[in-house]
Structure formats: C-alpha cells, structure tokens
C-alpha cells in the first residue's frame, strides 16, 4: 500500500462558478462514498489541511490583472456589466459567471493543488489525490472558461517546477480538452502536456485537434488525441498504451500531474465518451504504473469534472484506491444508498462496479472506436518527429 495525501477542507464546496445548484450535491455524495467506504482514514492516507494560494502565488500563472479583476468581481458581481468582464471571461448566462466570493473559492481550490505539489515533491513515491472541485483546467493566464477561474493544475505545475522540477508532464484524459494548461505551458519545454478527449464540432472547447502541437523546436511538448463521440474502452486505452505512455517515458518527467475526469464515463450526461468502469479501473493502473516507472511514482491526481451523481463517488474510490495500491470489493455501504436515493429520488447503484454498459447503439460504438483508432495513429505517428 502506497501513501497517498488528499487535500480537502469543507470550503472547497463554496467553488461553485456557475448555475449548477446540483454541484455541491454531487460532490458531497462523492465524498461521503469515501469515506463511508473508509478510503479517507485507512492506513498511509492522510486527509490534509492547506492554505488559500495568495496573490503571489496566483499570478505566477494568472496575469495581475486578471487576478484583480476577478476580487473585484467577486466583492461585487454588479459591476461585471460591462464589456471588461466579457473581456475576463465573466459573461452572464454562460458557463462561468460572476458569483461573490468566487476569488476566495477558487483560491482554496488552487491552495489545494500547490499543497498537494508540495507533499508529492518532498515525499518520492508519495502520491496526491485530489477530489473535485480541483481540475479546474479550463481556466487562461488571463481568462475564466468553461467553470474554472483559476487554473490550479496549472499552478501545481508551476510549484513542481519552482521546487526544482526539470520536467513535468500533465496527462490530461478527462472528456474535455485541456486547453488553458496547454496554453499556458505552451512555450515553456520543461512541461509536456497530453491530453485525450473528445473532439467534434460544437463540443466544448472546440480545441485539441491533433495538429496542436508545440512550438517551434519543441513540436513535441503538446499532443492531442482527439476521439470522436461514442469511442469507448478500446480507442481510449489505446490512446493511453500507444501515445501518453511512450511520450511521458521519452520525456522523462520528474513528476506527473494528471488530470482524470469522471465524464469519460458513458453515463455522463453532458459528454458522448462510452468509457467503462472496467476501462476506468484499467487506464489508473495505468497511470500508477507509468509514475512508478518514470518519476519515483511522484503522481499528482485531479479529479477533475464529472455530472452524474451516481457513478462521481464510484469512479473517485476506483482512483483513490488505484493510487493506494490496493483493490477493494463490491459493497457499497446500505446509509449511502440510502441517501444518495432520497437526494436524487432515483436508485442508487448497488456495487461499486455496477455498470450495465453503454446503452447507444453498438454500430456508433464500433465506429467511435474505429475513428478513434485513426486519431490515435496519427498522433503515435507524430512522436517521432
């Protein structure tokens, strides 16, 4: 059994950048899963407190201006009328709106991510799993977007490199592209940045086509791969096996930071990815497995987003215990089914791994997988140049 740090508080429920009165729900659920499974108080886990990044901290990544924009905003939402807020990325109505006290929230997020970078680093063979609503990998050096304010893998990131990282790279597999820590680190050849998502018109951020990559000299340091909609287990493991895995051990990491999104999931309801539990399970082993062998196991886990109640909590404790190093059984304890029922006045699933598959049509699968499969070559074909 490995160590593994987990940095929560209960403010990091404040975050919650847009309409979604359901965020809170969802990630309250997934958290007491855990801990009514004894994942938070089992042997060489360590729940930890952590202070709210500062300014400081926050404009290493984020423009001072942004910064101080967004505590303006977040005294006083009303003034975000303007065109200067669209300008931010505050646009009423949209993904991520002004909202008092976003500043506060979102600077406990990045707290959290910079104090999981520090236990990691000090700690080879440590690893750091940090729950919703870290992940927050939508947000620019001068821009919110798609419910992220502050970039905290990003700032994760930065801390690695300021305790003396060489390299970092950033595994990014949730359903949706990981643009800002793309962009961010996009000149800087210290970071590798991969991420595998889904990618078709209208589907957001519309970015992350296979022909982004780095820039001139280090072509190398950004790979997409994107999947069409309804590619499952067999275009996103191969994605995994074929490009993330040999480009990490090429670059030769210090450490890992990756990004494991919940909405791959084919139950997710905003997303068209047909990943599976089983497919889940498999692609943490996977990453477990490449720290282990590339960085000392430095791993960095967030875990990012994720909309369906009933499987968020389920998929955590499948990355929780992934990054413990043990496998635990079927059960799930009969006072949170019993909650999560009367929250969501809908069953709740009887095992951890319940997962009666995807419900589309197998021919979309099939050919989500077979398209995936093209993006993949492509990619693979780009390592070596």
Same mark, same amino acid.
């Given at each position: 059994?490995?160590?593994?740090?987990?940095?929560?508080?209960?403010?990091?429920?404040?975050?919650?950048?847009?309409?979604?009165?359901?965020?809170?729900?969802?990630?309250?659920?997934?958290?007491?899963?855990?801990?009514?499974?004894? #994942?938070?108080?089992?042997?060489?886990?360590?729940?930890?407190?952590?202070?709210?990044?500062?300014?400081?901290?926050?404009?290493?990544?984020?423009?001072?201006? %942004?910064?101080?924009? =967004?505590?303006?905003?977040?005294?006083?939402?009303?003034?975000?009328?303007?065109?200067?807020?669209?300008?931010?990325?505050?646009?009423?109505?949209?993904?991520?709106?002004?909202?008092?006290?976003?500043?506060?929230?979102?600077?406990?997020?990045?707290?959290?991510?910079?104090?999981?970078?520090?236990?990691?680093?000090?700690?080879?063979?440590?690893?750091?799993?940090?729950?919703?609503?870290?992940?927050?990998?939508?947000?620019?050096?001068?821009?919110?977007?798609?419910?992220?304010? %502050?970039?905290?893998?990003?700032?994760?990131?930065?801390?690695?490199?300021?305790?003396?990282?060489?390299?970092?790279?950033?595994?990014?597999?949730?359903?949706?592209?990981?643009?800002?820590?793309?962009?961010?680190?996009?000149?800087?050849?210290?970071?590798?940045?991969?991420?595998?998502?889904?990618?078709?018109? *209208?589907?957001?951020?519309?970015?992350?086509?296979?022909?982004?990559?780095?820039?001139?000299?280090?072509?190398?340091?950004?790979?997409?791969? +994107?999947?069409?909609?309804?590619?499952?287990? =067999?275009?996103? #493991?191969?994605?995994?096996?074929?490009?993330?895995? +040999?480009?990490?051990?090429?670059?030769?990491?210090?450490?890992?930071?990756?990004?494991?999104?919940?909405?791959?999931?084919?139950?997710?309801?905003?997303?068209?990815?047909?990943?599976?539990?089983?497919? #889940?399970?498999?692609?943490?082993?996977?990453?477990?497995? #490449?720290?282990?062998?590339?960085?000392?196991? /430095?791993?960095?886990?967030?875990?990012?987003? *994720? %909309?369906?109640?009933?499987?968020?909590?389920?998929?955590?404790?499948?990355?929780?215990?992934?990054?413990?190093?043990?496998?635990?059984?079927?059960?799930?304890?009969?006072?949170? /089914?019993?909650?999560?029922?009367?929250?969501?006045?809908?069953?709740?699933?009887?095992?951890?791994?319940?997962?009666?598959?995807?419900?589309?049509?197998?021919?979309?699968?099939?050919?989500?997988?077979?398209?995936?499969?093209?993006?993949?070559?492509?990619?693979?074909?780009?390592?070596?140049?």
């Amino acid at each position: 059994m490995s160590d593994v740090v987990v940095p929560w508080h209960s403010r990091l429920q404040a975050y919650n950048p847009s309409d979604d009165d359901e965020r809170p729900l969802r990630r309250g659920l997934a958290w007491d899963l855990l801990g009514q499974l004894g #994942l938070l108080d089992a042997p060489r886990v360590s729940v930890v407190d952590f202070d709210a990044a500062d300014d400081a901290s926050l404009s290493r990544i984020h423009a001072p201006a %942004y910064v101080r924009a =967004v505590q303006q905003y977040s005294r006083d939402p009303r003034v975000a009328v303007g065109f200067e807020a669209t300008q931010w990325g505050f646009v009423a109505g949209h993904d991520t709106v002004p909202r008092a006290g976003m500043h506060d929230a979102a600077a406990n997020v990045c707290g959290a991510a910079v104090e999981a970078a520090r236990v990691v680093w000090a700690n080879p063979g440590t690893r750091a799993f940090g729950p919703a609503p870290l992940g927050l990998h939508h947000a620019f050096a001068n821009k919110a977007s798609g419910f992220c304010v %502050y970039n905290d893998c990003a700032l994760a990131i930065q801390e690695l490199l300021d305790l003396g990282a060489d390299r970092v790279a950033y595994v990014d597999l949730d359903a949706h592209h990981g643009n800002g820590v793309q962009w961010i680190f996009h000149a800087d050849p210290r970071v590798l940045t991969i991420s595998v998502h889904e990618f078709v018109y *209208g589907f957001f951020p519309g970015t992350g086509d296979v022909t982004e990559r780095g820039p001139a000299g280090t072509p190398g340091t950004a790979i997409n791969v +994107p999947l069409p909609p309804f590619a499952g287990d =067999v275009a996103y #493991l191969a994605a995994i096996e074929r490009v993330v895995e +040999p480009a990490v051990r090429a670059f030769v990491p210090d450490a890992l930071v990756v990004h494991l999104g919940a909405d791959v999931h084919h139950a997710d309801p905003y997303t068209h990815l047909q990943v599976t539990i089983a497919g #889940l399970e498999e692609c943490y082993r996977r990453i477990v497995r #490449l720290a282990d062998g590339v960085c000392d196991g /430095r791993l960095l886990d967030t875990a990012g987003g *994720g %909309y369906n109640p009933t499987s968020l909590g389920r998929i955590w404790a499948l990355q929780l215990t992934a990054l413990m190093g043990v496998r635990i059984g079927d059960d799930l304890p009969d006072e949170w /089914r019993r909650v999560a029922e009367q929250a969501l006045g809908q069953p709740a699933p009887t095992t951890l791994r319940e997962d009666p598959g995807p419900t589309c049509d197998i021919w979309q699968r099939e050919e989500g997988d077979r398209v995936g499969l093209l993006n993949v070559a492509r990619a693979e074909a780009l390592l070596d140049e």
